[in-house]
């Protein structure tokens, strides 16, 4: 434009908008931060395992899950004692068909760098527009809200149960992720339910308690609750 400014008004301008000069700048884009703004729009994806008792003795079950980063709902993708790319890919077909509502509208799926999340896995995220984002090795804190899912289910609901057979395993997860997003409270969210359902606003109403794989998960709701 012709107009000639000195240095120091340059960084004064750069000062007052949050700023820091050229070689530093690229420091204030931070992991947390990156999260914050593309926080509803980012899935996080990571396995767990369980061991399961069966007439062949114990199998280490895999479990694959992920977690919306904007609602905290958790979806199951699938359970497999042999996670090989065929099964892979076609998880991946499974959660980016049409009508499936985990990945509407995201545009980013972090996961670490287990060999499991293969070539052909984040291929076809790509080609649905989804962009996998690779985190780098030994950084289980840039995935902390999928692992502390883990540490959830693990303790109040897995650790406490003796499983028998695939079936019971996938009984188990199945009720906890109904507990986890329909009826437990989460300080994340300002101690909200997830997916909440319209309860009696009298308070007259009595309260009923829900039990869940036997009494180890509890939920008190208004008796009109259907």
């Known amino acids: 434009m012709g107009i000639t400014l000195c240095h120091q008004t340059v960084l004064n301008v750069l000062k007052r908008n949050g700023l820091h000069p050229a070689p530093q700048r690229s420091k204030d884009a931070s992991w947390a931060e ?14 767990f395992t369980a061991e399961v008792l069966t007439v062949r003795g114990l199998i280490t079950y895999y479990v694959l899950f992920c977690i919306d980063l904007g609602t ?23 959660l980016t068909m049409v009508g499936e509502a985990l990945f509407e509208g995201k545009r980013f799926l972090i996961h670490d760098r287990d060999p499991k999340f293969c070539r052909r896995f984040r291929n076809i995220l790509e080609q649905r527009s989804v962009r996998p984002i690779r985190l780098p090795p030994y950084s289980p804190n840039l995935n902390s809200y999928a692992e502390r899912w883990v540490g959830s289910i693990k303790s109040e609901c897995l650790e406490r149960l003796i499983l028998i057979g695939k079936g019971s395993l996938e009984r188990a997860v199945q009720q906890y992720v109904a507990h986890y997003n329909l009826e437990r409270i ?26 869940r794989i036997g009494g180890l998960l509890t939920y008190y709701h208004r008796q009109g609750r259907a």
């Open 34 to 47: 990156f999260l914050a703004t593309h926080m509803e729009v980012t899935v996080a994806a990571d396995f």
């Open 186 to 211: 989460h300080q994340g969210k300002d101690n909200q339910i997830l997916v909440p359902d319209a309860q009696p606003d009298d308070p007259e109403v009595p309260i009923k308690v829900r039990h």
């Open 72 to 94: 905290r709902i958790v979806h199951i993708a699938g359970i497999t004692a042999h996670p090989n790319q065929q099964w892979m890919v076609q998880v991946s077909r499974n």
